[in-house]
């Protein structure tokens, strides 16, 4: 699968980023909601700030004291001054009665905007994290929307543990670029404001100071980001190569225990693991240092704010006051947080952004192409089905001499007629039912369907005529009622139970503890090879289509099961139009026409009679059965 799609430069991840937020626009008013609480929080922060200042310096000085005289200040400074006045003298008068009283204002003032502040916060985490749960959920549901119309080809290539790595971890880490973004970047730079504006107000001087150290704390966390960018693509590669080894040994399980090689897997996925655990220490490591800097920064800039604020008060420079510089400590506390929650937002964005290269590499890749605008509804197949001078080759659009799988095959299947198709390992019978299917389409020659060429036909009447039982039978982790069921939803427990009889499973099921509702289990795993093959052909018959594949549906099975099977089978291809293909010649000696194939040509053709009468390749296959 494409690692490059989008590569691994810093202007693609604005893109990036707009494309995920494009998925947000359906919540509009969540949007608005966050945004709101933001701007709630935002303002709260600096009320913390400024009571302090207004408690010191005018209401627990004394009156008279040089430091409070009115007539000396101006701006700001002066309009505290004549409100904290007003205060004592509306509250409790003058003394020390009206200073309680303001200060019992002050301390319900700083509760109130806490409590304020508190639920602003809430509002924004809530519904920011609300909104990137709604948009993990939409990118999920349209990554399987992209990858059921994906060409089979992509199947045969693609690792299922990095497809399944893909939906699972990376379309979650997603999550944290909506969540930053709503959570963080629009809130913080609000808070930010307030506290720099109220930090100007106090004292422009200090504030100028120790904004000069911002370049110190923002340059080394930018450049940083790309290395963690860097890391978290590699990172996620690592884990998408762990779920793949973890995916291998389960589905073969029953291999592994028969060769006894779970040791060997465990090893074997320990290195991998290892892999994985080195470049996520080295992915923390990086963005441990971001966290490191702005400490020794933050630290070095309030070492110098007490030091040098405190000479000021002391020389009663600047017109800098107890209260004024314990307000700007505040305020310098709360400028250091939000900067300290954008930097560590910056590297999330980065994590988030690899993993949604990775995602949108999904999601951009081609889909098999739609129907043309004249193509033709087909109904149930009454004339035939013919392969003409059909050739066919995997890979032709990346290998000039890719090795053709068949090589001008031209046969007919007439409706209501069974058709066979018998060879060795490799020689294109499951290649025919793929294009028949139109999985792949043919490099030379075409196919028609009561004379309709098969890339002309609407693609759903297609599939709607047809029905496979498969040499691996696959049924999903539901109910048996429900996968006799599926393709035709809604059908009754009577239409169930009567394609059940009819595949000869019905007295099976009935003996199950729950019947028609049992569950199947993983991949089929509490029923029998002879149960589920016959589930799957059940489920064909509920389908009632006039196309049947049958591929090597019998091939797995023991004797007394074949039997069973090729019972239901017969029932299943009565009046209908079928291609089977064959191991066991045992199962095609009654078909209307056997075809022999080898290296993608059709080398003998007639009725079991007639090729077994003679010298050649069918008679040699049906000698070594």
């Not at 494409?2 to 893109?15: E, F, G, K, Q, V």
């Not at 028609?448 to 498969?470: F, H, K």
């Amino acid at each position: 699968m494409a690692s490059d799609t989008h590569p691994n430069l810093p202007h693609d991840r604005w893109p990036l980023t707009r494309r995920l937020l494009r998925r947000a626009k359906p919540y509009r008013g969540v949007i608005a909601i966050a945004l709101l609480a933001s701007l709630i929080a935002g303002l709260m922060q600096g009320v913390p700030i400024v009571l302090p200042k207004l408690f010191i310096d005018h209401v627990l000085r004394p009156p008279g004291d040089p430091a409070a005289d009115q007539d000396a200040l101006d701006g700001f400074d002066a309009w505290i001054v004549e409100t904290s006045r007003d205060l004592v003298t509306t509250f409790g008068g003058e003394g020390v009665d009206g200073r309680i009283a303001v200060m019992w204002l002050m301390v319900v003032g700083i509760v109130g905007s806490s409590l304020l502040q508190a639920l602003a916060r809430f509002a924004n985490e809530y519904y920011a994290k609300w909104l990137a749960t709604m948009v993990v959920r939409d990118l999920r549901v349209e990554m399987l929307a992209r990858i059921v119309r994906l060409p089979m080809s992509w199947f045969t290539k693609s690792r299922m543990g990095d497809v399944l790595s893909r939906f699972s971890n990376d379309v979650q880490t997603t999550y944290l670029t909506v969540n930053i973004f709503v959570s963080e970047i629009l809130l913080q730079p609000f808070i930010l404001l307030g506290t720099v504006t109220f930090a100007l107000l106090l004292s422009w001087q200090l504030a100028l100071c120790a904004l000069v150290s911002f370049p110190f704390i923002v340059l080394p966390v930018a450049l940083l980001g790309r290395a963690v960018n860097k890391r978290s693509k590699k990172t996620l590669v690592s884990l998408s190569e762990a779920m793949e080894s973890l995916n291998q040994v389960i589905s073969g399980m029953r291999v592994v225990r028969a060769y006894q090689m779970e040791e060997r897997e465990v090893l074997e996925f320990g290195e991998v693991t290892k892999r994985w655990a080195r470049r996520q220490a080295s992915l923390v490591k990086v963005k441990a240092q971001g966290k490191a800097i702005m400490d020794i920064v933050y630290g070095i800039v309030l070492a110098g704010v007490l030091g040098g604020g405190s000479y000021l008060v002391v020389n009663g420079q600047w017109g800098l006051t107890a209260g004024k510089l314990l307000g700007f400590v505040i305020a310098l506390a709360s400028m250091y947080r939000p900067i300290r929650r954008l930097s560590e937002a910056y590297n999330k964005w980065q994590l988030s952004t690899a993993a949604a290269s990775r995602v949108f590499e999904i999601l951009d890749l081609p889909v098999d192409t739609s129907d043309p605008p004249d193509a033709q509804a087909i109904g149930p197949i009454t004339k035939s089905i013919r392969f003409e001078d059909v050739g066919f080759a995997y890979d032709t659009d990346e290998s000039d001499d890719a090795h053709p799988v068949l090589r001008g095959l031209s046969f007919e299947i007439p409706a209501g007629h069974t058709v066979a198709l018998v060879g060795r390992s490799g020689s294109g019978k499951s290649t025919v039912a793929d294009l028949l299917f139109r999985f792949y389409e043919p490099t030379s020659g075409r196919i028609t369907v009561d004379g309709v060429p098969l890339a002309q036909i609407a693609r759903d009447s297609l599939l709607a005529q047809v029905a496979v039982v498969s040499q691996h039978p696959f049924l999903f982790n539901a109910s048996i009622k429900d996968n006799i069921a599926y393709g035709r939803r809604g059908a009754t427990d009577a239409v169930v139970e009567s394609a059940a009889r009819a595949a000869h499973v019905h007295d099976d099921i009935t003996r199950l503890p729950e019947g028609y509702a049992t569950l199947v289990g993983e991949r089929g795993a509490r029923l029998s090879g002879g149960q589920l093959q016959r589930i799957t052909i059940a489920r064909a018959i509920l389908k009632n289509a006039s196309l049947l594949l049958l591929d090597e549906a019998t091939s797995s099975l023991d004797t007394r099961s074949e039997r069973v099977v090729q019972t239901a089978l017969d029932r299943l291809l009565e009046s209908r139009t079928a291609l089977v293909i064959a191991h066991r010649l045992s199962t095609i000696v009654d078909a209307d026409h056997i075809l022999v194939m080898e290296e993608g040509r059709i080398v003998q053709q007639g009725t079991h009679d007639e090729l077994v009468a003679v010298e050649g390749a069918y008679r040699r296959l049906f000698e070594q059965r």
